[in-house]
């Protein structure tokens, strides 16, 4: 299997595995992936106390061979579950710092 097709399965199987909200909360947690733009999302939609709940909690996507975190909205971060499924630091973006701030993370610049 190529380097693209594992991504595409590794972030697939993290944002699967990622923890739903408890049961009986009226909010789900929804997987959206565009294979065809190698687009993966997470969405919280529902209704919550205060009203409609629908928001995008975390927005990953495969570009230029790299897996980019577009949007992450987890206490832990998916980067550190992407290094623990397999994927290396030199693979992964963290899009959503500008990219002079890049430089000073572990992470790929671009």
């Known amino acids: 299997m190529d380097r693209m097709n594992e991504y595409r399965q590794l972030l697939e199987q993290v944002l699967r595995d990622h923890?739903?909200?408890p049961p009986g909360r009226p909010v789900e947690t929804r997987l959206?992936?565009?294979r065809e733009r190698d687009d993966y999302l997470l969405l919280d939609v529902g209704w919550g106390e205060k009203g409609?709940?629908?928001c995008l909690f975390a927005h990953?996507?495969?570009r230029d061979g790299k897996?980019?975190?577009?949007k992450d909205g987890t206490?832990?971060?998916f980067a550190v579950e992407l290094v623990e499924a397999g994927i290396p630091k030199e693979d992964?973006?963290?899009a959503f710092y500008r990219p002079q701030q890049r430089k000073l993370t572990d992470y790929a610049v671009a």
């Open 60 to 62: 990953l996507r495969l």
């Open 52 to 54: 409609r709940v629908h």
């Open 19 to 21: 923890p739903a909200h």
């Open 92 to 94: 992964i973006v963290l």
């Open 32 to 34: 959206v992936v565009d």
């Open 67 to 70: 897996v980019w975190i577009e």
């Open 75 to 77: 206490e832990r971060g």
